[in-house]
């Protein structure tokens, strides 16, 4: 057992080691064991009502990322050289009637029929109050949530030695199209949201990491 100061310690340093890496070593490769249970934390993350509205597209796929790579700028030594390139799709229109709304509730949550109308109904009200039952707040609410998934699998690839990239520089409606001519996204159901690249460092950064003081950032009453 690992006492907390070391935990600490550990973690600390994995936030410090963690880093927007801009090239990866193309020769080192991810396990797939590692690669697994990255994305395990993806998996248990957390998301309002329980409704994990994501999706993570790895693209291993040489010609698909020699694809992507004029439409997505921020990626530009990222998408030739990482171990895993994922795509994180965030998904659309989760009304409360929608199928994978109800799918959660029922099947994954397995909740008594009683208790997914009760859920149905306040999950409509917020969608309607504070969505405006919108499809663009849906998406936009739905997308926030991905981050929290994006940012546990950076976390947890840091713990581990393993270096990442989130990446939102690149064109949306360009990189949609590509994925939808692939057949990999439907539209109906999914939306870009961002990206996220993992792999070893070729070098270490050139900067020290810079950071606001917890006393510009943090407010106390
Ligand atoms: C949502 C988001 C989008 C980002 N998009 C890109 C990107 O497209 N390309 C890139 O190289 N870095 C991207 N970054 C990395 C940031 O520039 C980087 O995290 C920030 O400058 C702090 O540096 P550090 O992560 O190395 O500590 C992004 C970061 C976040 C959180």
């Not at 193309?26 to 957390?46: C, H, Q, V, W, Y």
């Not at 709304?101 to 109308?117: G, R, S, T, W």
Request: with cysteine; net charge negative; charged share 25%.
């Amino acid at each position: 057992m690992i006492g907390t100061e070391s935990k600490k310690q550990e973690i600390l340093k994995a936030y410090l080691f963690r880093h927007a890496c801009k090239v990866f070593d193309p020769n080192k490769k991810i396990s797939d064991e590692d690669f697994d249970f990255i994305l395990e934390t993806g998996r248990l993350s957390p998301s309002s009502y329980g409704l994990e509205p994501w999706k993570f597209v790895v693209i291993q796929d040489a010609a698909l990322r020699e694809k992507l790579k004029p439409v997505t700028g921020g990626a530009q030594g990222q998408l030739p050289t990482a171990s895993h390139f994922v795509v994180i799709l965030a998904r659309q229109g989760l009304r409360h009637d929608s199928a994978h709304v109800i799918k959660m509730f029922k099947d994954i949550h397995h909740l008594p029929e009683e208790v997914v109308q009760r859920v149905c109904g306040f999950y409509k009200l917020f969608v309607e109050t504070e969505l405006e039952n919108n499809d663009r707040l849906l998406f936009e609410w739905a997308s926030k949530q991905t981050y929290i998934a994006m940012g546990n699998m950076m976390t947890t690839a840091a713990l581990i030695g393993i270096d990442s990239c989130p990446i939102e520089g690149f064109d949306n409606k360009q990189v949609t199209s590509i994925l939808q001519n692939e057949g990999i996204i439907n539209t109906n159901d999914f939306g870009v949201n961002c990206m996220v690249a993992f792999g070893y460092r070729q070098e270490d950064p050139k900067h020290p990491k810079a950071r606001q003081n917890l006393d510009e950032i943090v407010v106390w009453r």
